[in-house]
């Protein structure tokens, strides 16, 4: 399973705020204290909106990215009238997806092919929509998903632009032809995970000239592609660096990666009409482009309900 880590500018050549998927903590600047605190967006509160008027309890894990998602979903919903509670940063998906069984919360954004992977470590399917039905069958009764986004965080091979013009690069099958004069940069669990070297060659036909280890979507990484110490390497799809450094991520044409849809999970019992259409509106509009975007903000140091506040008004949502 994927592990986010932290982002870097590298112009600046320093860490920025950690961005982990699963498993490990991460300690985030940007982040305030909002366990407990309910949120004070403004909106008008009626009773029966959240079932009785019963507060929704909306979590996140601990990245900046997850309690960004988190605070829009909040803040959508309040101005929709429904009363809502943030327990922000929970931790890992371990310690997350038990306080959703348990009722310790009532909502939370997901990403399809990860959580997937938790509920059914036998999972192989790697179809966008396959995995959203797969996804659907494997939830525990009484929590279900709403809509997906397109918006997507996953593993994403990249290339530079000029590399990406030189050899007429667009989708990593492209790179079956090439490939054996190029430098393959990633994690080192890639030299034997079917999900990096091996599937690149099995599923693609890929033999790269050399694979050389750096790190899952890091600062070497990203460093190693615009320094040309590797020619390809693995990051992820909402990486404000990818446009900042002028790389292209290459189609995953043929699954080799999980995909990873923004999905919001949610206790049925909480699931009223408004709440249903109001974070479907969310879902409908929110794409990797508003990820990319918005993570960038995250990155400079913005305050995450500013953001948050900012990407409802510009689709007309608050």
């Given at each position: ?106 909502l939370l954004p997901e990403y399809t092919g990860y959580l997937l ?64 004069e190029m430098v393959l940069a990633g994690p080192s669990e890639w ?114 309900e500013v953001i948050a506040d900012d990407w409802l008004k510009e689709?007309?949502?608050?």
């Open positions: 399973m994927k592990q986010r880590r932290a982002w870097v500018r590298l112009a600046a050549v320093v860490a920025m705020p950690a961005l982990f998927l699963s498993g490990c903590g991460s300690s985030d600047p940007t982040s305030t204290d909002t366990d407990t605190t309910a949120t004070d967006v403004a909106g008008p509160t009626e009773e029966g909106e959240a079932g009785g008027g019963e507060t929704i309890i909306i979590g996140s894990a601990d990245f900046a990215e997850s309690q960004l998602l988190a605070i829009i979903y909040s803040h959508a919903l309040a101005n929709a009238g429904v009363t809502v509670e943030e327990k922000l940063n929970i931790g890992s998906r371990e310690i997350y997806i038990q306080a959703l069984n348990d009722g310790s919360i009532d992977a938790e509920l059914d470590p036998e999972a192989t399917e790697k179809d966008p929509v396959k995995v959203v039905e797969l996804l659907d069958a494997v939830l525990p009764d009484g929590i279900e998903q709403l809509d997906v986004a397109t918006a997507e965080d996953k593993d994403v091979l990249c290339v530079t632009a000029a590399t990406a013009d030189q050899y007429g690069l667009s989708k990593i099958s492209d790179l079956a032809a090439v490939g054996g030299k034997e995970r079917y999900q990096g070297v091996p599937g690149l060659e099995d599923l693609y036909g890929i033999t790269f000239k050399e694979f050389k280890v750096f790190d899952a979507g890091g600062p070497l990484t990203l460093a190693a592609l615009v320094n040309g110490q590797a020619q390809a390497g693995d990051m992820f799809s909402s990486d404000p660096a990818i446009p900042e450094n002028d790389l292209v991520a290459l189609e995953d044409d043929k699954y080799l990666f999980m995909p990873a849809q923004v999905v919001p999970i949610i206790r049925t019992s909480k699931t009223t009409d408004t709440v249903r259409s109001t974070l479907n509106a969310v879902q409908a509009v929110l794409t990797t482009d508003d990820l990319l975007a918005m993570n960038a903000r995250v990155n400079a140091g913005e305050d995450l689709k007309g949502l608050l």
